[in-house]
T-cell receptor
């Protein structure tokens, strides 16, 4: 298995632009998570899905952030409009079952200038 | 989720066992203990998890105290590639997905 695949690996964008991060979970996994990591705040859970349904989005910082999972093999995290404080590494992770360990992707490093 | 407490940093000599402690005194009966590590610039990597019994896999062993208020991750023969930040997390089935990563322990394996 290729693991959790995220794209792009790096994204540099100007403030105010829309940014879309993509994630392909491991086939058969029924949970998908989006995390954000910064030096100041560490790893933060933004949102997670179970069977493609958003379960908890309380970690989404504000309305500028949205996430979708149209099918079991694809999810997106969108920021519109982007701001410099959104600069971070965004990780996607998936798992099979609620008690299993998570498999993380390699992350997307977002820089908003 | 129950909160966890870990030392900020630890050193270990290459080839020796690395023992990483974690306190989780407010753990509930249905909550598991999970360990992950993050090597610089990479995504976190799952290591092991357990409920009450000790667990072992190809990467590490997990020792959970009888009262479940603390645990120890053991890397039996640490290598330089084990240098990473190690996170101890507590989470239950009912709140799956709510795993909160704290600051973890930075383990430095020295030659």
């Amino acid at each position: 298995d290729a693991g959790v695949i995220q794209s792009p690996r790096h994204e540099v964008t100007e403030m105010g632009q829309e940014v879309t991060l993509r994630c392909k979970p491991i086939s058969g996994h029924d949970y998908l998570f989006w995390y954000r990591q910064t030096m100041m705040r560490g790893l933060e859970l933004l949102i997670y899905f179970n069977n493609n349904v958003p379960i908890d989005d309380s970690g989404m910082p504000e309305d500028r952030f949205s996430a979708k999972m149209p099918n079991a093999s694809f999810s997106t995290l969108k920021i519109q409009p982007s701001e410099p404080r959104d600069s971070a590494v965004y990780f996607c992770a998936s798992s099979f079952g609620g008690a299993a360990g998570y498999t993380f992707g390699s992350g997307t490093r977002l820089t908003v200038v | 989720d129950a909160k966890t407490t870990q030392p900020t940093s630890m050193d270990c000599a290459e080839g020796r066992a690395a023992n990483l402690p974690c306190n989780h005194s407010t753990i509930s009966g249905n909550e598991y203990v999970y360990w992950y590590r993050q090597i610089h610039s990479q995504g976190p990597q799952y290591i092991i998890h357990g409920l009450k019994n000790n667990e072992t896999n190809e990467m590490a062993s997990l020792i959970i105290t009888e009262d479940r208020k603390s645990s120890t991750l053991i890397l039996p023969h640490a290598t330089l590639r084990d240098t990473a930040v190690y996170y101890c997390i507590v989470s239950g089935l009912l709140n799956a997905g709510k795993s909160t990563f704290g600051d973890g322990t930075t383990l430095t394996v020295k030659p």
